[in-house]
């Protein structure tokens, strides 16, 4: 007799299946920057009761992806340029150990999984399609957290990285930031890692981290251009 008892997944509770769904639509821009959001209507397009949207929307306040007005209401963030530029920093501290990590433990593993990020991104580069360039984009810098193994940095990664993963989508497609320049950013990228070169690479994916608050703080300027009388 088999005596081996198959392990019981927990079960995903509705209040964290419900702040899933609402992190992926501001990631992914179905909830655009700066809307307002309605607790009664979001419960509605969910199907769920307002209680757990309730919930949902105080943990992503807690990971910076909404705020709360007082006598306003709850609205996704609106970034100023220091958050950004310190989210920054602290994206460019956790990747950099990572990959310095990963390129000296498990640079095979590193480089077929950033080979099919690069894939998919050159596939919507193709097809002009500028969210499924941002999921590439993505899945890329994933696989270097993922591959430098430790455990703590990958749940730091997760739960403050979102503010930025919103931005970099709406820059892409709402911003119109350019895609050639990042593409060929990310295969630099690759042929470090392949040369086994973490100095140069530690390098590389800083000064591309750092392209995002450019990016941005250009939109800024531009939006203020023409709002100039």
């Known amino acids: 007799m088999d005596r081996t008892l198959k392990k019981i997944e927990p079960a995903i509770s509705l209040t964290e299946e419900t ?16 809307c307002k959001l309605s607790e009664q209507r979001l419960a509605d397009m969910l199907g769920v009761s307002r209680s757990p949207v309730r919930d949902a929307l105080a943990t992503l306040q807690s990971e910076g992806l909404v705020k709360v ?17 310190d989210l920054c920093e602290h994206r460019c501290i956790l990747e950099t150990a990572s990959l310095r990590k990963a390129i000296s433990s498990s640079g095979d593993v590193l480089l077929q999984g950033l080979g099919m990020a690069v894939a998919t991104m050159e596939k919507a580069v193709a097809q002009i399609d500028r969210p499924g360039f941002t999921k590439g984009d993505i899945e890329f810098h994933n696989t270097i957290i993922i591959c430098g193994g430790n455990r703590s940095i990958a749940a730091t990664y997760r739960r403050t990285i979102s503010p930025l993963m919103a931005l970099r989508t709406h820059l892409f497609v709402s911003m119109n930031d350019a895609l050639d320049r990042s593409m ?19 390098a590389l994916v800083e000064n591309h981290i750092y392209h995002l608050s450019e990016a941005y703080r250009a939109a800024l300027a531009k939006e203020a251009m023409k709002k100039a009388p």
């Not at 007005?69 to 530029?85: A, E, I, N, Q």
């Not at 060929?184 to 530690?202: F, K």
């Open 19 to 34: 702040a899933d769904r609402l992190r992926d639509a501001i990631i992914w821009g179905e909830l655009p920057l700066g």
């Open 184 to 202: 060929d950013e990310h295969l630099e990228l690759i042929e470090a890692c392949r040369r086994g070169q973490a100095d140069e690479a530690a």
């Open 69 to 85: 007005s007082p006598k306003r209401g709850t609205f996704v963030f609106t970034p100023d340029l220091k958050v950004v530029d």
